[in-house]
């Protein structure tokens, strides 16, 4: 009762017109940057971070989310038209979606992804609700050393989960604490890995890091392969209203997409990729009709946009009450709380209930506009598939420009931008997912605090992260997902045939 | 036909292993006061050395092994100079020219530049398409958000 009494005040707070405009042009925004190709939710809204200057941070954190939701439905229109995935939560969509596009169903594909993200969206939500004052009960017992083990757990979480090789993760997780130790360390004054330039003591802005892996990284990749396949859109054919056939088939798959795609996100492991393969593979075994799948089978395409949406949702959860953010776009929200003087964690529900239910309520209002927004103005995002690619990256690369140069004025903010674009292009171009780097940048600086502060609280003896229970089994967790998949491989690899 | 891929692998484990011997040095840089000698601020770092240094030996001993990336993994095909030298030279030109002749004009050269790698062949409209793209957005910056970007050349008009 007492959240729904909290859930309802977020209503008030959300339903304002200056923030209902907010969450409007969130979503609007959001939709174009997720159909637009190498644009994505973690980029758009390290670009848009100087507004934490000069917007409340409910205004800023309903833009983001609307943003951040957006994007997901856009990028199921790019990968369902273009079979480009836009992010690799997508690349289902992109198989089984792409086909029916090309068999004339891509109304149909693009209903049912919308429909699923909303049903899936929503139940997501509601989950959010609900399960989010049980965890910050339980969290408020949480200690350092436990925060410190949980920190752990999602960096290698994040690295081992995401992306194809652990040892790629890792590398990318700790290139990013690198990064987010450059500066002034605040408990001791002393400055870290500055290179003698003054420039580096507030340490890098967290917008030059991610616009420059994201914007100018994929920048240059797409352009040192710029020769090489040219996309081809399908146009939109048959109508977008689904026939009762695939509503059938439709709702089944939403649903379990939404219970899958939900606890994964909300899991301090998150990741969408998982749940979106999960859901794909429980579609394929339990439809009637298997032999479809791979050639545009409907449920292929609700069950995992749904379960993207919902673990989407779900990644909010450890955001919003533990301030462990487990994906790139949480991460930078994260910076934003930050550049607030708002610790998210347990805390933040009771000290910003107007700001946190608000965001919730948001949540609600944001996805009915997208699910308005995107079905009848489906031609409007087609068209902006079709902006050509010379003025597409060169906006792209103008934008990270400004973002960057604009917060500081220092042309060191520039190179350094470039530098980390490079970086970036190496990472594209050797397979080594970016997330965990932005992830490990902003928690690597709270990892640390915690640490060190636990350290102090057992005056230096480190055994403290194993003799507190929870932190220990943690930490095993941690250790097991590391090296589980490794001792599997080489156990296999060892064992003599059978024959 | 996996050696010439692997090469470039076997540099990038290289650089890895490279940048932990950076940090290391930079480690040992930091002064620390008896104090905190045991949770200072040289621990986290030490540990960001060791692991990127464990991580670069695992990618050189993948990379010498015929690497990471197999044929059909990615694309493999040779880089495109055309394309990225336009668009590295635009970057290059933008750090260059930004102080000096102010952001928007920076910008267009930038546009038209990277518009010219990924194959336009019209630069007078990119310059146009830049001018505006780079005159709004240094105008949604400055005057909305308030963020001062600096004047040059063609800010003083507005």
Same mark, same amino acid.
């Given at each position: 009762m007492?959240t729904?009494?909290?859930?309802?005040h977020?209503?008030?707070?959300a339903?304002?017109?200056i923030?209902?405009?907010?969450a409007?042009?969130?979503?609007?925004?959001? @939709?174009a940057?997720?159909?637009?190709p190498?644009?994505?939710?973690?980029?758009t809204?390290?670009?848009?971070?100087?507004?934490?200057?000069?917007v409340?941070?409910?205004?800023?954190?309903i833009l #983001?989310?609307?943003?951040?939701?957006?994007?997901?439905?856009?990028g199921?229109?790019t990968s369902?038209?273009l079979?480009?995935?836009?992010?690799?939560?997508?690349?289902i969509?992109?198989i089984?979606g792409?086909?029916?596009a %090309?068999n004339?169903?891509?109304?149909?594909?693009?209903?049912t992804?919308?429909?699923?993200s909303?049903?899936?969206?929503?139940?997501?939500?509601i989950?959010?609700t609900f399960?989010?004052?049980?965890?910050?009960? #339980?969290?408020? %017992?949480?200690?350092?050393?436990?925060?410190?083990a949980?920190?752990?757990?999602?960096?290698?979480?994040?690295?081992?989960?995401?992306g194809n090789?652990?040892?790629?993760?890792?590398?990318?997780?700790?290139?990013?604490?690198?990064l987010?130790? +450059?500066?002034?360390?605040l408990?001791?004054?002393?400055?870290?890995?500055?290179f003698?330039?003054?420039?580096?003591l507030?340490?890098?802005?967290?917008i030059?890091?991610?616009?420059?892996?994201?914007a100018?990284g994929e920048?240059?990749?797409l352009?040192?392969?710029?020769?090489?396949?040219?996309?081809?859109?399908?146009?939109v054919?048959?109508? +977008?209203?689904? @026939?009762?056939?695939?509503?059938?088939?439709?709702?089944?798959?939403?649903?379990?997409?939404?219970?899958?795609g939900?606890?994964i996100?909300?899991?301090?492991?998150g990741g969408?990729?998982?749940?979106?393969?999960?859901?794909?593979?429980?579609?394929?075994?339990?439809?009637?009709?298997?032999?479809?799948?791979? =050639?545009?089978? +409907?449920?292929?395409?609700a069950g995992?946009e749904?379960?993207?949406?919902?673990?989407a949702t779900g990644?909010?959860?450890?955001?919003?009450t533990l301030?462990?953010?487990?994906?790139? @776009?949480?991460a930078?929200?994260?910076?934003?709380?930050?550049?607030? &003087?708002?610790?998210?964690?347990?805390l933040?529900?009771q000290?910003?209930?107007?700001?946190?239910?608000?965001l919730?309520a948001?949540?609600?209002?944001?996805?009915?506009?997208?699910l308005?927004?995107?079905?009848?103005?489906?031609?409007?995002?087609?068209?902006i598939?079709?902006?050509?690619?010379?003025?597409?990256?060169?906006?792209?690369?103008?934008?990270?420009?400004?973002?960057t140069?604009g917060?500081?004025?220092?042309? +060191?903010?520039?190179?350094?931008?470039?530098?980390?674009?490079?970086?970036?292009?190496?990472?594209r171009?050797?397979?080594?997912?970016t997330?965990?780097?932005?992830?490990?940048?902003?928690?690597?600086?709270?990892?640390?605090?915690?640490?060190?502060?636990?350290m102090q609280?057992?005056?230096?003896?480190?055994?403290?992260?194993?003799? =507190?229970?929870?932190?220990a089994?943690?930490?095993?967790?941690?250790?097991?997902?590391?090296?589980?998949?490794?001792v599997?491989?080489?156990?296999?690899?060892?064992?003599?045939?059978?024959d | 036909m996996?050696?010439?891929?692997?090469k470039?692998?076997?540099?990038l484990?290289?650089?890895?292993?490279?940048?932990?011997?950076?940090?290391?040095?930079?480690?040992?840089?930091?002064?620390?006061?008896?104090?905190y000698?045991?949770?200072g601020?040289?621990?986290?770092?030490?540990?960001?050395?060791?692991?990127?240094?464990?991580?670069?030996?695992?990618?050189l001993?993948?990379?010498? %092994?015929g690497?990471?990336?197999?044929?059909?993994?990615?694309?493999?095909?040779?880089?495109?100079?055309?394309?990225?030298?336009?668009?590295?030279?635009?970057?290059?030109?933008?750090?260059?020219?930004?102080?000096?002749?102010g952001?928007?004009?920076a910008?267009?050269?930038?546009?038209?530049?990277?518009?010219?790698?990924?194959?336009?062949?019209?630069?007078?409209?990119?310059?146009?398409?830049?001018?505006?793209?780079?005159?709004?957005?240094?105008? &949604?910056?400055?005057?909305?958000l308030?963020?001062?970007?600096?004047?040059g050349?063609?800010?003083?008009?507005?």
């Amino acid at each position: 009762m007492e959240t729904l009494a909290a859930l309802l005040h977020g209503f008030e707070v959300a339903i304002s017109p200056i923030n209902l405009l907010w969450a409007l042009v969130g979503v609007t925004l959001g @939709t174009a940057v997720g159909v637009l190709p190498g644009l994505g939710p973690a980029l758009t809204i390290a670009l848009l971070l100087p507004i934490t200057y000069k917007v409340d941070a409910i205004g800023a954190f309903i833009l #983001f989310a609307g943003i951040y939701y957006g994007a997901m439905y856009g990028g199921s229109t790019t990968s369902i038209l273009l079979n480009t995935p836009g992010e690799s939560a997508t690349i289902i969509t992109a198989i089984e979606g792409n086909r029916m596009a %090309r068999n004339g169903r891509g109304g149909a594909a693009l209903a049912t992804a919308a429909i699923g993200s909303f049903v899936a969206g929503s139940i997501g939500i509601i989950g959010l609700t609900f399960l989010a004052p049980v965890i910050v009960e #339980f969290a408020l %017992r949480f200690g350092p050393a436990e925060y410190f083990a949980l920190m752990v757990l999602a960096f290698v979480a994040v690295s081992a989960v995401l992306g194809n090789s652990t040892v790629r993760g890792l590398t990318s997780l700790f290139f990013g604490i690198f990064l987010g130790l +450059i500066g002034v360390d605040l408990q001791t004054g002393q400055p870290r890995f500055t290179f003698g330039l003054l420039e580096l003591l507030d340490g890098i802005n967290v917008i030059v890091v991610a616009v420059g892996l994201f914007a100018v990284g994929e920048t240059l990749f797409l352009a040192a392969r710029h020769r090489y396949g040219q996309d081809e859109i399908i146009p939109v054919r048959g109508s +977008i209203w689904m @026939t009762a056939e695939d509503w059938k088939r439709s709702w089944k798959a939403w649903l379990r997409g939404a219970a899958i795609g939900f606890p994964i996100g909300a899991m301090p492991a998150g990741g969408a990729e998982v749940p979106t393969f999960l859901s794909y593979f429980v579609e394929k075994k339990l439809s009637p009709k298997p032999e479809e799948f791979g =050639h545009g089978a +409907i449920e292929g395409v609700a069950g995992p946009e749904a379960a993207n949406n919902a673990s989407a949702t779900g990644v909010l959860v450890p955001m919003l009450t533990l301030g462990l953010p487990t994906s790139a @776009t949480a991460a930078i929200m994260l910076s934003a709380f930050q550049s607030y &003087g708002i610790n998210p964690g347990p805390l933040l529900l009771q000290n910003q209930p107007a700001l946190v239910w608000g965001l919730i309520a948001s949540l609600y209002i944001g996805n009915v506009m997208l699910l308005v927004l995107n079905l009848p103005l489906i031609g409007l995002w087609v068209r902006i598939l079709a902006i050509p690619k010379p003025l597409l990256y060169g906006g792209i690369l103008v934008f990270a420009t400004i973002g960057t140069y604009g917060i500081s004025q220092s042309v +060191i903010d520039l190179v350094l931008l470039y530098l980390i674009g490079g970086v970036g292009y190496l990472m594209r171009r050797y397979d080594f997912p970016t997330a965990p780097a932005i992830i490990g940048m902003i928690l690597g600086p709270l990892a640390e605090q915690e640490f060190r502060r636990a350290m102090q609280v057992s005056q230096g003896d480190p055994t403290v992260f194993l003799t =507190h229970p929870l932190s220990a089994t943690l930490l095993a967790i941690a250790v097991l997902v590391v090296a589980a998949p490794q001792v599997y491989r080489f156990y296999r690899r060892n064992r003599p045939p059978r024959d | 036909m996996r050696l010439p891929k692997a090469k470039g692998q076997v540099a990038l484990a290289v650089g890895v292993i490279g940048l932990a011997a950076v940090v290391w040095h930079q480690t040992t840089a930091i002064p620390v006061s008896p104090i905190y000698a045991r949770i200072g601020p040289t621990v986290f770092p030490t540990m960001v050395a060791a692991g990127l240094f464990v991580v670069g030996l695992m990618l050189l001993w993948q990379a010498l %092994r015929g690497g990471w990336q197999t044929e059909e993994d990615q694309d493999q095909s040779p880089v495109d100079w055309h394309a990225l030298g336009w668009v590295l030279a635009g970057l290059v030109l933008n750090v260059a020219l930004i102080k000096p002749f102010g952001f928007t004009l920076a910008s267009v050269l930038l546009f038209a530049c990277v518009a010219h790698g990924f194959g336009s062949t019209r630069p007078v409209r990119d310059a146009a398409v830049g001018f505006v793209l780079a005159g709004g957005t240094y105008f &949604g910056f400055s005057r909305l958000l308030g963020l001062d970007i600096g004047t040059g050349l063609v800010e003083r008009l507005f």
